[in-house]
Structures are given as structure tokens and as C-alpha cells.
């Protein structure tokens, strides 16, 4: 069975109130900074030197948009003359189309997702979900025969779930229909097992056609991979080669604490050998300033904001957050 195609059957949308319109192509985006002219200095010191522009370490609204940003003396891609990767805003500003990827699975990428969905009003596109079955890894599923498989997990393989104008049940559609109320677009490729899709999608007998998976029109979208950056689709292809060939820029989220500077420039660096355009990092978790300067530094990459870690998660909270950690303008 191939598994592939834009946005499902139809290429529908749907959000609470139905469908939503839908029109525009992806296309590359110019350059955002040389757009703002918002390049800054920087003073040596790692920090935005005076006459830093608007979004820049330095720029007191700014600083003060981006919360704990500026304490840890933040400075941010465009400041260091990097992020010159191709940003998310198209001719004219019409195009408003970002995936949102990460430094792996559970870091926080559907949460970010919906909340940038709310703050902007973009629709969500999944284009493959696994782990129907519930999203919680379980290394007793990862045996390399599907016999195997089917033993520990105590029935026959699966076969493919049903791809449903309907928001399925424990899916990162449903989350973002839930956190956001953004409308959604049904997935191409929906498998049961909580494993990285080319595994799961062998154990059951689909065969996920990589070429055909492209993303739905509308000017502002926002599309989520599964789990990092080289989480593999097929045993050939992997998410960062799909993202190259769509050229759609990325958010990439990264968490704060101990051990995301490593696998914050490991993502970043197989991005940008691939050629795909970065167009910030969202961090996702406890305050770490140093953490995110220093990402942004030595990666070169704008950081667009911290999400912190919501006690309560609804819709409010995370707009509320969305609004004090994020600059909507940055998305535009
Ligand atoms: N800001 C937050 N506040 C509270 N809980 C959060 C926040 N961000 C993420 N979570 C929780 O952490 C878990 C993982 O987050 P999320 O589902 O967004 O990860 P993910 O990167 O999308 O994973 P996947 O690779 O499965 O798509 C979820 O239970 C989610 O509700
Ligand atoms: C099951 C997870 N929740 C996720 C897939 C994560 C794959 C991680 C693979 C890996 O890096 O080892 N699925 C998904 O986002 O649809
Ligand atoms: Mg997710």
C-alpha cells in the first residue's frame, strides 16, 4: 500500500467552523533581515551594540518581547551578521508557511505549533503521524521483525488507520484543533505504532511515497514533522531532505536544559547541509539564557522566543504565553 499525497482526501481543511479557504503555492522566500533592515552590530562582547535594530538583542522592546532573552544578553543571528538563511516571509508578505521541526520527538514541537496556529491564525498540516496507538515510545515495540512485533504487542500488525476529515483521537491534529482551534488539514499518512514512521509504517505493509507528500495551499500554514530533524520517512529519505525539497523555512525546537546545545547545532548543521532555510529556533522549557545565546550564537541562528512550560495548558494560557514570549511580527 503506497501513502503519500497533499492534506488527504481532497486536500480538505477543516477547523471547528469548518472548512477553511484555501489558495496559494509555496514558494522561496526573500531575504527577512535585508527586508527589516534589521541587521545589528555587535560590540565584541557577544551583545548587540547601541542602534541595534528592531528584534535584536540591545532593543529594548524587544528584549522586553522575548522575556528572560535579554538578561542572559542574548544576541540573536541577524545581530552576529548570521541567520541569513531564507526567512518565512514571501513577496509582498503574503507567504506566511513554516514547519515546525525539532530536536526530536516530545521536545515540545505541537504545543509551539498550536500556539503559533493561534497567534497568527495559520492552518496546521501533519503530514505524517505515528503512534496512534498512544504516543509513548516503548522500546518492546522496536523488534526488526514484524512477527516480533506482533508478539510483544500482543495482536497482528495494524494495518493503516483511516485517514478522517475527523481529527483522530490522541493525534497531534487533535492537540492543536484542542490548544488553538486552528483549522487542520487530515493527515497523508496515519500509523499506529509510537515508532519513527519508517519502522512503524513497515510493520504495517505501508509504503509511505515520500514524492508525493506536499503541502497544502494557503498562504499561512504551519506543517509539523515527527520527532527530529533526520527522523528517517523511508530507509532512503529523511524529514530534512523532504523539508530541503519543499524549501518551506523551519522553526526548529530546541529544549533549554543540560545537553541542548549538542543537539541544537547537530540539528542545525544537518539542515544547513541540506540546504534547508532556517528561519529561527523556538525554545521550549525553564529559563537558560546562556543555553539560548549560546545556540544562537554559535549556530548563527535568529531565536525567536521561549515557550515556557505551562502548570496549566489550555488555549488561554498558551496564547497568553504565545503573546509575552513570541512577536507575532517575527511570523509575518
Ligand atoms: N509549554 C508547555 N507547557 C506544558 N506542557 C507542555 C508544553 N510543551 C509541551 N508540553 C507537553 O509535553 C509533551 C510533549 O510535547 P509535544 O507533544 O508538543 O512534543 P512534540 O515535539 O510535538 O512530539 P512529537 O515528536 O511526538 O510530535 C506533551 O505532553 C505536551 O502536552
Ligand atoms: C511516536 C512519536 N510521537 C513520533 C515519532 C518519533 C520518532 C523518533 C525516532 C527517533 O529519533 O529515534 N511520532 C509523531 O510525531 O507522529
Ligand atoms: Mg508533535
Given at each position: 500500500m503506497a501513502?503519500?499525497?497533499?492534506?488527504?482526501?481532497?486536500?480538505?481543511?477543516?477547523?471547528?467552523?469548518?472548512?477553511?479557504?484555501?489558495?496559494?503555492?509555496?514558494?522561496?522566500?526573500?531575504?527577512?533581515?535585508?527586508?527589516?533592515?534589521?541587521?545589528?552590530?555587535?560590540?565584541?562582547?557577544?551583545?548587540?551594540?547601541?542602534?541595534?535594530?528592531?528584534?535584536?538583542?540591545?532593543?529594548?522592546?524587544a528584549d522586553r518581547a522575548r522575556g528572560d532573552l535579554s538578561v542572559a544578553g542574548v544576541v540573536d543571528a541577524e545581530c552576529l551578521g548570521g541567520g541569513g538563511d531564507p526567512p518565512g516571509r514571501g513577496a509582498g508578505g503574503a507567504m506566511a508557511r513554516f514547519v515546525i521541526t525539532g530536536t526530536g520527538t516530545d521536545v515540545g514541537k505541537t504545543v509551539f505549533a498550536a500556539?503559533?496556529?493561534?497567534?497568527?491564525?495559520?492552518?496546521?498540516?501533519?503530514?505524517?503521524?505515528?503512534?496512534?496507538?498512544?504516543?509513548?515510545?516503548?522500546?518492546?515495540?522496536?523488534?526488526?521483525?514484524?512477527?516480533?512485533?506482533?508478539?510483544?504487542?500482543?495482536?497482528t500488525p495494524t494495518t493503516r488507520a483511516a485517514l478522517t476529515d475527523v481529527a483522530q483521537p490522541g493525534s497531534d491534529r487533535a492537540e492543536v484543533e484542542q490548544l488553538s482551534g486552528a483549522p487542520?488539514?487530515?493527515?497523508?499518512?496515519?500509523?499506529?505504532?509510537?515508532?519513527?514512521?519508517?519502522?512503524?509504517?513497515?510493520?504495517?505493509?505501508?509504503?509511505?511515497?515520500?514524492?508525493?507528500?506536499?503541502?497544502?495551499?494557503?498562504?499561512?500554514?504551519?506543517?509539523?514533522?515527527?520527532?527530529?530533524?533526520?527522523?528517517?520517512?523511508?530507509?532512503?529519505?529523511?524529514?530534512?531532505?523532504?523539508?530541503?525539497?519543499?524549501?518551506?523555512?523551519?522553526?526548529?525546537?530546541?529544549?533549554?536544559?543540560?545537553?541542548?546545545?549538542s543537539h541544537s547545532l547537530s540539528a542545525i548543521e544537518a539542515l544547513r547541509a541540506r540546504g534547508v532555510p532556517i528561519h529561527g529556533v523556538a525554545f521550549a522549557g525553564d529559563p537558560n539564557g546562556d543555553n539560548m545565546a549560546t545556540i544562537g550564537q554559535i549556530g548563527r541562528v535568529r531565536v525567536l522566543g521561549r515557550l515556557p512550560h505551562l502548570a496549566r495548558l489550555d488555549r488561554a494560557a498558551l496564547a497568553q504565553a504565545m503573546r509575552d514570549n513570541f512577536r507575532a511580527e517575527d511570523f509575518a
Amino acid at each position: 500500500m503506497a501513502a503519500g499525497g497533499a492534506a488527504g482526501p481532497g486536500g480538505t481543511v477543516r477547523g471547528p467552523n469548518g472548512p477553511a479557504p484555501a489558495a496559494g503555492a509555496v514558494e522561496r522566500q526573500p531575504d527577512r533581515a535585508a527586508d527589516r533592515g534589521t541587521r545589528c552590530r555587535d560590540d565584541g562582547a557577544g551583545r548587540a551594540g547601541a542602534g541595534a535594530g528592531p528584534g535584536c538583542a540591545g532593543d529594548p522592546a524587544a528584549d522586553r518581547a522575548r522575556g528572560d532573552l535579554s538578561v542572559a544578553g542574548v544576541v540573536d543571528a541577524e545581530c552576529l551578521g548570521g541567520g541569513g538563511d531564507p526567512p518565512g516571509r514571501g513577496a509582498g508578505g503574503a507567504m506566511a508557511r513554516f514547519v515546525i521541526t525539532g530536536t526530536g520527538t516530545d521536545v515540545g514541537k505541537t504545543v509551539f505549533a498550536a500556539g503559533l496556529c493561534g497567534m497568527t491564525g495559520a492552518a496546521y498540516w501533519k503530514p505524517v503521524q505515528s503512534g496512534l496507538a498512544g504516543n509513548v515510545p516503548n522500546a518492546a515495540l522496536t523488534g526488526d521483525a514484524p512477527g516480533q512485533h506482533s508478539a510483544c504487542t500482543g495482536r497482528t500488525p495494524t494495518t493503516r488507520a483511516a485517514l478522517t476529515d475527523v481529527a483522530q483521537p490522541g493525534s497531534d491534529r487533535a492537540e492543536v484543533e484542542q490548544l488553538s482551534g486552528a483549522p487542520t488539514h487530515p493527515e497523508a499518512v496515519m500509523l499506529r505504532e509510537p515508532l519513527s514512521p519508517h519502522r512503524a509504517a513497515e510493520l504495517e505493509g505501508v509504503e509511505i511515497d515520500a514524492e508525493a507528500l506536499t503541502p497544502p495551499p494557503g498562504a499561512r500554514l504551519v506543517i509539523e514533522g515527527a520527532g527530529g530533524v533526520l527522523v528517517p520517512l523511508t530507509r532512503q529519505i529523511l524529514f530534512a531532505d523532504l523539508f530541503a525539497r519543499w524549501q518551506i523555512p523551519v522553526v526548529l525546537v530546541c529544549a533549554t536544559g543540560l545537553g541542548t546545545i549538542s543537539h541544537s547545532l547537530s540539528a542545525i548543521e544537518a539542515l544547513r547541509a541540506r540546504g534547508v532555510p532556517i528561519h529561527g529556533v523556538a525554545f521550549a522549557g525553564d529559563p537558560n539564557g546562556d543555553n539560548m545565546a549560546t545556540i544562537g550564537q554559535i549556530g548563527r541562528v535568529r531565536v525567536l522566543g521561549r515557550l515556557p512550560h505551562l502548570a496549566r495548558l489550555d488555549r488561554a494560557a498558551l496564547a497568553q504565553a504565545m503573546r509575552d514570549n513570541f512577536r507575532a511580527e517575527d511570523f509575518a
